[in-house]
């Protein structure tokens, strides 16, 4: 027999997620499914995010803002409308120009370490 | 050794993405990574897509329109803003309201069925 679902419990607003300050000038909102997660990123001009790598495959749609992605060692500016997909392990980081920045950051697996301790 | 990776392999713009008509008022593009995939969806006013479910997880964010979904058997509307979650097998069918409506699709892992034959 298929599950109950209310479909309210399935819809949430970005306007009512949690807004967690994370580091100076960086807010982050997250939604946790079970293996998919999404994170909605808000970035004051010219933050810089320290090149890092991670095994989870990650995708990033630019939603406002430009900014300097460095990628596996080579570099490229990104705007709204671009789509990054980084495979596990690559390393990357990201410089923001002269705007506010907003990024939605797709995981697969869940990054565990996001997650307030279960 | 890091395998070499080039900036601009990492990047699409959803302009210049193939866009396919996959039925009447549907139009999709997709960018497929290894376990993730998003697909950008643009459906006419009043378009109608059957209840169906999948083993795959789903997010969906809305960009554009307002939707009335059907979610394991009640109905919700939903706007700019919503991120919808789909768990594995959880029953979902949309009718888009009266104007047109873009959605962000991303699964885990690639719904294989919508890829070319390989």
Not at 82 to 100: I, K, Q, R, S
């Amino acid at each position: 027999m298929q599950p109950q679902i209310d479909a309210a419990d399935s819809v949430r607003r970005w306007d009512d997620v949690k807004v967690e300050q994370i580091a100076e000038g960086i807010e982050r909102q997250m939604i946790v499914g079970e293996k998919l997660m999404v994170c909605r990123l808000r970035f004051r001009p010219h933050v810089v995010t320290a090149v890092h790598s991670h095994p989870h495959e990650q995708l990033t749609l630019v939603e406002k803002g430009r900014v300097r992605f460095t990628i596996g060692g080579s570099e490229r500016i990104v705007a709204p409308g671009d789509v990054l997909h980084f495979a596990p392990d690559v390393p990357h980081g990201a410089t923001m120009l002269d705007e506010e920045v907003v990024l939605i950051d797709i995981f697969t697996p869940l990054r565990e370490e996001f997650l307030p301790a279960r």
